[in-house]
């Protein structure tokens, strides 16, 4: 039995509050915040195209020049940011290069997409559906499916035509001026129902409006009493990689509903294109 009243005594480990130990933190703190710089500065050169100045670096990140030419110099030596004697001008190294394209070769669209296709699905208590191109037609790579009674279904691997579904039209939206004349000729386009458009003059009308409004609408174009609403995922390149879209019967997407979906739509593609490393083309970026 313990003696009343003997305070007990708490063991701590070895170094714990020595001198030794607090340096040994505070390195450990110097180091985690040279990396964060570090970071900072190969982000800032990454979004420049021409190269950056030591001293414009150093404004950015908010450091004094002697601090990022230091980090400038440790990071040339791994080769993440080269230097141009002749400009004078820092930017992007070949290693950064090929750390980022092992990304590229190991990224998983759908298994990167599915938790934003949970949360739009959820969101918008409606069928959530991804789908790429392939040979003229949009194919289904996954589905997350609402918990209505009636609901939208399109199974993975299940394919669409472009000109009348609300992926296909995101996705022909982005097709440069010059060949979307020849992506329209390979269309086969057939009445599915009264409301699908059949003129590909019409349609190019459509798709101008899709690519100024962002996202891309089928109301009951491909099967009667279904809406969709469909926005684009982007690739590095800022070239379409996926669409991803909500479905629903008419019932529950009105013509008013329409706008509010797809500007969640396009908010949530544009969110799985920052995560897969891609970026907005010009035309898409907001103004």
Request: contains cysteine; glycine residues 8%; positive net charge.
């Amino acid at each position: 039995m313990k003696a009343p009243g003997k305070a007990r005594r708490t063991r701590r480990p070895p170094g714990f509050g020595t001198e030794e130990s607090l340096a040994a933190a505070g390195t450990r703190s110097d180091h985690v915040q040279s990396l964060v710089r570090a970071l900072g500065i190969i982000n800032q050169l990454a979004a420049a195209d021409e190269g950056m100045t030591l001293t414009h670096i150093a404004e950015c990140v908010g450091l004094p020049p002697s601090t990022a030419h230091r980090l400038l110099t440790t990071l040339e030596q791994e080769r993440y940011v080269h230097f141009d004697h002749e400009r004078r001008l820092w930017s992007v190294g070949v290693q950064a290069f090929m750390t980022g394209a092992a990304f590229l070769r190991t990224r998983n669209l759908v298994g990167i997409a599915r938790p934003y296709m949970r949360a739009l699905m959820n969101e918008s208590t409606e069928t959530v559906n991804l789908a790429i191109e392939d040979e003229n037609e949009a194919v289904y790579l996954a589905q997350v499916e609402c918990r209505q009674m009636m609901r939208a279904l399109a199974r993975p691997g299940a394919r669409v035509p472009l000109y009348c579904s609300s992926v296909g039209k995101a996705l022909l939206c982005a097709t440069p001026d010059g060949d979307l004349a020849k992506a329209l000729q390979r269309q086969p386009m057939r009445r599915l129902t009264e409301k699908t458009i059949v003129n590909r003059t019409a349609l190019r009308d459509e798709l101008a409006l899709t690519r100024e409004r962002g996202f891309a609408i089928d109301d009951e174009e491909h099967a009667f009493g279904l809406r969709c609403v469909a926005g684009l995922v982007f690739d590095e390149f800022g070239e379409p990689m996926a669409a991803i879209s909500i479905s629903g019967p008419t019932a529950r997407i009105s013509s008013e509903r329409i706008a509010h979906l797809g500007e969640v739509v396009r908010r949530k593609a544009d969110e799985i294109t920052a995560q897969l490393g891609g970026a907005l083309p010009e035309w898409r970026k907001p103004r």
